[in-house]
C-alpha cells in the first residue's frame, strides 16, 4: 500500500503561492497516478487534479486549470502541488491520494493559510 | 462533468440503530471498459485525512466493519450503517471514479441522537 509523507503548514499572504510535496514510500511512486484533494474548513472535499509521475502527464479540474501546477520529481519519488494567486478561500487542507482507481492511500494533509 | 449529489446533509441515529445516506450522480459511473461501477465511499474524521471504505460501489475495503454495506445501480447508490456505533460518528463522502474531472458529493454528517 505505501505512505505517503506531506510537507508542513504553510502560511501566506493573499496574491502569494504556494508549495506543497508529498513523498511516496513503500510502492513504485511512478506506477500510480498521485491526485490532489482539499478541503476548506467547515466545507466538503474538493478535487484539484493528478499528475501522472511515470509520464508527467497532468490533469486539472476547471476551476483550478490556470492557477494550479502538479510536477514531481522521480528521483525523490516526491510530487508536488503549487498554487498561484492565493485568496482567502484557498485556505483549506491538501491532501495528496495515490490512485488504484479509487482513493486509498491518503497523505496526513498540509494545511494552508491565506492571510494578510 | 459528473455531478454528485447526497442526501441527507446530516441524520442523527441512535446508537445501534440503522444509517442510510444516498448519492446519486448526474450520468452512469458504469465504465464499459471495466464493467464496473466507478464509486466510491470515504469517512471523514476531523483531523484525519478521509478513509476509503467501499470501492465498486459494493466492495468494502480490508479491515472496513461488515456494519458498513453499499449497494446501487448505474447511478443512484445507497450507503447504509447497519447497527451505528459511536466511532462512526464523522462525515461521508461519496465519489465517482469514472470520468474526469473526479467529483465527490457535499457530504452527510452522521451523529448520534
Known amino acids: 500500500q505505501g505512505q505517503l509523507e506531506q510537507s508542513g503548514a504553510e502560511v501566506k499572504k493573499p496574491g502569494a503561492s504556494v508549495t506543497v510535496s508529498c513523498k511516496a514510500s513503500?510502492?513504485?511512486?511512478?506506477?500510480?497516478?498521485m491526485h490532489w484533494v482539499r478541503q476548506a474548513p467547515g466545507q466538503g472535499l474538493e478535487w484539484i487534479g493528478w499528475?501522472?509521475?511515470?509520464?508527467?502527464?497532468?490533469y486539472y479540474a476547471p476551476k483550478f486549470q490556470g492557477r494550479v501546477t502538479l510536477t514531481r520529481e522521480t528521483s525523490l519519488s516526491t510530487a508536488y502541488m503549487e498554487l498561484t494567486s492565493l485568496t482567502s478561500d484557498d485556505t483549506a487542507m491538501y491532501y495528496c491520494?495515490?490512485?488504484?482507481?479509487?482513493?486509498?492511500?491518503w497523505g496526513r494533509g498540509t494545511r494552508v493559510t491565506v492571510s494578510s | 462533468d459528473i455531478v454528485v449529489t447526497q442526501s441527507p446533509d446530516s441524520l442523527a441515529v441512535s446508537l445501534g440503530e440503522r444509517a442510510t445516506i444516498n448519492c446519486k450522480s448526474s450520468q452512469s459511473v458504469l465504465n464499459s471498459s471495466t464493467n464496473k461501477k466507478h464509486l466510491a465511499w470515504y469517512q471523514k474524521k476531523p483531523g484525519q485525512p478521509p478513509k476509503l471504505l467501499i470501492y465498486?460501489?459494493?466492495t468494502r475495503e480490508s479491515g472496513v466493519p461488515d456494519r458498513f454495506i453499499a449497494s446501487g445501480s448505474e447511478t443512484d447508490f445507497t450507503l447504509t450503517i447497519t447497527s451505528l456505533q459511536a466511532e462512526d460518528v464523522a462525515v461521508y463522502y461519496c465519489q465517482q471514479y469514472c470520468n474526469l474531472p473526479r467529483s465527490f458529493g457535499q457530504g452527510t454528517k452522521v451523529e448520534i441522537k
Open positions: 491520494t495515490k490512485e488504484t482507481w479509487h482513493f486509498g492511500l
Open positions: 513503500g510502492y513504485t511512486f511512478t506506477d500510480y497516478h
Open positions: 465498486w460501489a459494493s
Open positions: 499528475i501522472y509521475p511515470k509520464t508527467g502527464a497532468t
